[in-house]
Antibody, heavy 116, light 113 residues
Framework: EVQLVESGGGLVQPGGSLRLSCAAS????????MNWVRQAPGKGLEWVSY????????YYADSVKGRFTISRDNAKNSLYLQMSSLRAEDTAVYYC?????????WGRGTLVTVSS | DIVMTQSPDSLAVSLGERATINCKSS????????????LAWYQQKVGQPPKLLIS???TRESGVPDRFSGSGSGTDFTLIISSLQAEDVAVYYC?????????FGQGTKVEIK
């Protein structure tokens, strides 16, 4: 069974940093590209970042470019999102999602709240 | 960026009746090399992550009931729930994966009338 479990969310002050993790199991993690997608409270879905299976290709949304860094450790079956210079508008549930073009498996998400 | 626009924003349908959701992209998401539309539909129930229902505009995911169907090509797409069930109450999103940034529609909330 494919499982994606996010962790690392929490309350952080504006300008602060946070590192999210996503633990993958039930599939060959190293064979798939992965995404981070976020959802602000009561709002729609916003794609954040993508990393290819070998990490050779990485993309970011303009809203996070230069502040967020996506990475992965295929030996540990893990995906990461390093977030810095956080803003109130980054407050959201962050989902990791497996990519086959579309996102065919999603974790349950981790909540990031940016507030003083 | 490709802008995805869904209509309507919400709809209320009687049990057993048809629900139709439209999605329009600001430019074509048809990939000419394989003649596939890079368009997905997701269902999100309250308190849950999104679930992929349909990819490539019309390919139902394994386990998705056949009352869900997707159609369209180029810039205009439709998700149809042929006979609405109580468990279909959710917000539905379209998404293009033709180009970066991946973009979602704003969502369509489906309720029971």
């Amino acid at each position: 069974e494919v499982q994606l479990v996010e962790s690392g969310g929490g309350l952080v002050q504006p300008g602060g940093s946070l590192r999210l993790s996503c633990a993958a199991s039930g599939f060959s993690f190293s064979s798939y590209g992965m995404n981070w997608v976020r959802q602000a409270p009561g709002k729609g879905l916003e794609w954040v970042s993508y990393i290819s299976s070998s990490a050779s290709t990485i993309y970011y949304a303009d809203s996070v470019k230069g502040r967020f860094t996506i990475s992965r450790d295929n030996a540990k079956n893990s995906l990461y999102l390093q977030m810095s210079s956080l803003r109130a508008e980054d407050t959201a549930v962050y989902y990791c999602a497996r990519s086959v073009g579309a996102c065919n498996y999603w974790g349950r998400g981790t909540l990031v709240t940016v507030s003083s | 960026d490709i802008v995805m626009t869904q209509s309507p924003d919400s709809l209320a349908v009687s049990l057993g009746e048809r629900a139709t959701i439209n999605c329009k992209s600001s430019q074509s998401v048809l990939y000419s090399s394989n003649n596939k539309n890079n368009l997905a539909w997701y269902q999100q129930k309250v308190g849950q992550p999104p679930k992929l229902l349909i990819s490539w505009a019309s390919t139902r995911e394994s386990g998705v009931p056949d009352r869900f169907s997707g159609s369209g090509s180029g810039t205009d797409f439709t998700l149809i729930i042929s006979s609405l069930q109580a468990e279909d109450v959710a917000v539905y999103y379209c998404q293009q994966y033709y180009s970066i940034p991946r973009t979602f529609g704003q969502g369509t909330k489906v309720e029971i009338k």
